[in-house]
């Protein structure tokens, strides 16, 4: 069973609430997850003061493997010539050289694709067609058994009223490319409350159970929407031969102890094994 820690929307700057951040990492430390993800917006306005805290932050995480995006936070929004020339650069020097990464842990390959778009848009993402076929070499090389995992701070199904702005263009075949991949999980955030689907909600005549679908709220900033305003939220994802489970935790409004929800369940998309070797 593969065991992922999933968080999302630090924030670190101005809406940035230490102690729930503090708290994430002493759940990391109880249940010792086969890896943490992050899934974006680690910053608030990607700069360097912000990167360095985010630094700092990530290494203690101590040997767990964490995997990290981009989201439309972590490049800068009013350093105009910035966002233009070299909207990654304070990314690319506090905490990963690449955008789009590999990770492989045991029983597992999780790709994280960087979907902020500076010189396209401000809010919303994109996914191109060179990050796809990286993710399709990435999850070519993954064993028949291994999960597959997606990280993409952006949502690609709508939203109550679209809050967290509009999906991401082209999503429906985004996650028809997805399933001839073979993802079982995508973990991502952006709207600021939790949302657990699959890829039914958009592919309602698609072939299997779909792909599962989880979006974090916000891990440790002020910023949470809808039920979870003033609070703060992670999940606890483990994938198992034929089930993926979703466990997702709250806040209390105001305060940094998280509590366990009621847990979801679904089956995996390709069940371990029933995939034909690449």
């Not at 700057?13 to 759940?27: C, D």
């Not at 089930?243 to 929800?261: K, T, W, Y």
Request: glycine share 8%; net charge neutral.
């Amino acid at each position: 069973m593969l065991t992922i820690l999933h968080g999302s929307d630090l924030q670190c700057g101005t809406p940035y609430r230490l102690p729930a951040a503090e708290a994430f990492q002493a759940a990391a430390r109880a249940l010792d997850p086969d890896v943490v993800v992050i899934a974006g917006d680690l910053t608030q306005r990607a700069k360097p003061r912000e990167y360095r805290a985010v630094r700092e932050y990530l290494r203690g995480f101590g040997s767990t493997p964490v995997v990290v995006t981009p989201g439309n936070h972590d490049v800068p929004l009013y350093r105009f010539w910035e966002r233009l020339a070299a909207p990654y650069r304070n990314w690319r020097r506090y905490v990963d050289a690449s955008l789009d990464v590999v990770t492989r842990v045991e029983g597992a390959v999780i790709v994280a694709l960087n979907s902020s778009a500076p010189r396209r848009a401000i809010v919303g993402g994109r996914l191109d067609s060179a990050q796809l076929e990286f993710a399709e070499r990435a999850l070519n090389d993954a064993a028949p058994d291994d999960a597959r995992v997606l990280v993409v701070h952006h949502h690609f199904v709508p939203t109550a009223g679209d809050e967290g702005g509009r999906p991401l263009p082209n999503a429906r075949r985004l996650l028809e490319r997805f399933e001839a991949m073979g993802v079982d999980l995508v973990l991502g955030g952006h709207i600021h409350q939790t949302r657990i689907e699959t890829s039914r909600t958009l592919i309602p005549e698609g072939e299997g159970p779909g792909i599962v679908l989880v979006r974090c709220g916000t891990t440790a900033s002020s910023r949470g929407r809808g039920r979870e305003a003033g609070r703060n939220s992670f999940n606890i994802v483990r994938i198992a031969q034929e089930e993926v489970e979703v466990l997702p935790h709250l806040s209390a409004p105001g305060s940094e102890r998280f509590e366990a929800q009621d847990p979801r369940r679904f089956p995996r998309p390709v069940a371990a094994g029933s995939r034909d070797a690449p």
